[in-house]
């Protein structure tokens, strides 16, 4: 799996929400001035080429859904993300946000109270 462009991630999160589209809603969900057809359906064969959606056809139109979740790539993405800038090492990662946020204590204790309840699971 490789990383998304802007327009392609863009697309991604109009088809993940839509679950299935043809190019035409595709451009109606997408912010003024909507950006010309002919550019959406490329990227949208591209994303086909890459292996994130595909289609069926219905003669000459396509309607198209996801093969990739939004989950599938959202782990993929923050697994890229802690790999190329915090060495693999989620205590950095954490350590880096809770500092640009300014987080508490209490949020941070509130993080890790949720993550051990996560962790134990509902049959625990």
Known sequence: MHKLTATEENIMQILWNLKKAFVKDIIAQMA???????????????????GFITHKAYGKTHEYFPLVSKDE?????VKDT???YFEDSFQQMVSFF?????MDVKELESMIEKIKNEKKGPHE
């Open 32 to 50: 003024l001035p909507h950006p010309p057809y002919n550019t959406i359906s490329s990227v949208v064969r591209i994303l086909e080429k890459k």
């Open 98 to 102: 809770a500092k640009k946020e300014k």
């Open 73 to 77: 790539y959202r782990i993929f993405y």
């Open 82 to 84: 802690l790999r190329n």
